[in-house]
């Protein structure tokens, strides 16, 4: 099992960018992908998920209107769209999984956010945004 993140990098304050999490070594059916982020000096973040066999889509309320989560199971790629950015923003954003049946969002629907629920990581992307 392998993510792989790119997209990140040095944007303005108000721009937008798009990152792309690009999995192999099992079916985004079946599992929860989600995106963190870890901002200097804070734990690292949930802000969204999304599991195809809950229907579930989620956001944190940080990114909530801005940023947009979607998925292309066939080609097993996650993106994250990011409109309006702000400095708040810079970290180092990550795509993590965990089996769905695993993590059991129509259970316990805060989960998602759990950091120790994810069994796979990727290596992470820097997202800087400049004021």
């Known amino acids: 099992v392998q993510l792989v993140e790119s997209g990140g990098g040095l944007v303005q304050a108000g721009g937008s960018l798009r990152l792309t999490c690009a999995a192999s070594?099992?079916?985004?059916?079946?599992?929860?992908i989600a995106w963190f982020r870890r901002a200097p000096g804070k734990e690292r973040e949930g802000i969204s998920c999304?599991?195809?066999?809950?229907?579930?889509?989620n956001y944190a309320d940080s990114v909530k209107g801005r940023f947009t989560a979607s998925s292309d199971n066939a080609q097993n790629i996650l993106f994250l769209q990011m409109n309006n950015l702000k400095s708040d923003d810079t970290a180092v954003y990550y795509c993590?999984?965990?089996?769905?049946?695993?993590?059991?969002?129509?259970?316990?629907?805060?989960?998602?956010?759990?950091?120790?629920?994810?069994?796979?990581w990727g290596q992470g992307t820097q997202v800087t945004v400049s004021s």
């Open positions: 993590a999984a965990v089996r769905a049946s695993k993590i059991k969002l129509w259970r316990y629907p805060r989960r998602w956010t759990w950091t120790d629920e994810y069994e796979h």
């Open positions: 070594g099992f079916s985004f059916d079946d599992y929860v």
């Open positions: 999304i599991s195809s066999s809950d229907r579930i889509e």
